[in-house]
Nanobody, 128 residues
Framework: QVQLQESGPGLVKPSQTLSLTCTVS????????????WSWIRQPPGKGLEWMGA???????YYSPSLKSRTSIFRDNSKNQITLQLSSVAPEDTSVYYC??????????????????WRQGTQVTVSS
């Protein structure tokens, strides 16, 4: 059974870089999960879900236009991990961050039911 496990600091100071890692277990992103896309979605408190970006097996990345200048998504195939980095964070970046996997590229899609795998979410607070 494929599972996603997120890790990273729950508290980040303003202007710093937020870094979250999603570790995939129960499958390999280079073999049986080879054709999957891995996305990051977030939800600020009291607001709707926001699609941030995705990465393909090839390493190609796709970002939300509103976050593109601050967002980077990497994959480490040897560790079965996908990493999100968001630079120059501000309190408005306080959110629950979700890692998700899909068999096709879901640009801008935030509905959990559209994804094959959807992690429960990790709270990240930006505060000094």
């Amino acid at each position: 059974q494929v599972q996603l496990q997120e890790s990273g600091p729950g508290l980040v100071k303003p202007s710093q870089t937020l870094s979250l890692t999603c570790t995939v277990s129960g499958g390999s992103i280079t073999t049986n999960l080879f054709y999957y896309y891995w996305s990051w979605i977030r939800q600020p408190p009291g607001k709707g879900l926001e699609w941030m970006g995705a990465i393909a097996t090839s390493g190609s990345t796709y970002y939300s236009p509103s976050l593109k200048s601050r967002t980077s998504i990497f994959r480490d195939n040897s560790k079965n991990q996908i990493t999100l980095q968001l630079s120059s964070v501000a309190p408005e970046d306080t959110s629950v961050y979700y890692c998700a996997g899909s068999t096709q590229l879901l640009l801008g899609v935030t509905e959990a039911a559209s994804y094959a795998y959807w992690r429960q979410g990790t709270q990240v607070t930006v505060s000094s």
